[in-house]
Nanobody
Framework: VQLVESGGGLVQPGGSLRLSCAAS????????ATWYRQVPGKQRELVAR???????DYAASVKGRFTISRDNDKNTVCLDMSSLESEDTAVYYC????????????????WGQGTQVTVSD
């Protein structure tokens, strides 16, 4: 599975941005899709996840501001971000994996190359 993110950029505080992740190479509908983000010097953190059944989970810091969605016909997962804050500045990564786990870890795991989001005046 190849994942390609797009939509990052520079936005002012309070603004909005939509990230997209296009998947190719497999049946995307059977994959759990997740957005992570990482700031230099810090661990990568989960931002939002959407399951095969459409159920969603969000980090507490983004709940109510970010919305994750998927379009299985188009093999895409999107992250709509609003009321952006400087603390949201990070490289955002798309992750996808089939819900098959061993010892608590997905046996297959795919990552995009990341897209930079900068929130600044």
């Amino acid at each position: 599975v190849q994942l390609v993110e797009s939509g990052g950029g520079l936005v002012q505080p309070g603004g909005s941005l939509r990230l997209s992740c296009a998947a190719s190479g497999s049946i995307f509908s059977i994959y759990v899709a997740t957005w992570y983000r990482q700031v230099p010097g810090k661990q990568r953190e989960l931002v939002a996840r959407i399951g095969v059944d459409g159920n969603t989970d969000y980090a507490a810091s983004v709940k109510g501001r970010f919305t994750i969605s998927r379009d299985n016909d188009k093999n895409t997962v999107c992250l709509d971000m609003s009321s952006l804050e400087s603390e949201d500045t990070a490289v955002y990564y798309c992750n996808a994996h089939p819900p098959i786990y061993s010892n608590g870890r997905a046996i297959l795991d795919y990552w995009g190359q990341g897209t930079q989001v900068t929130v600044s005046d």
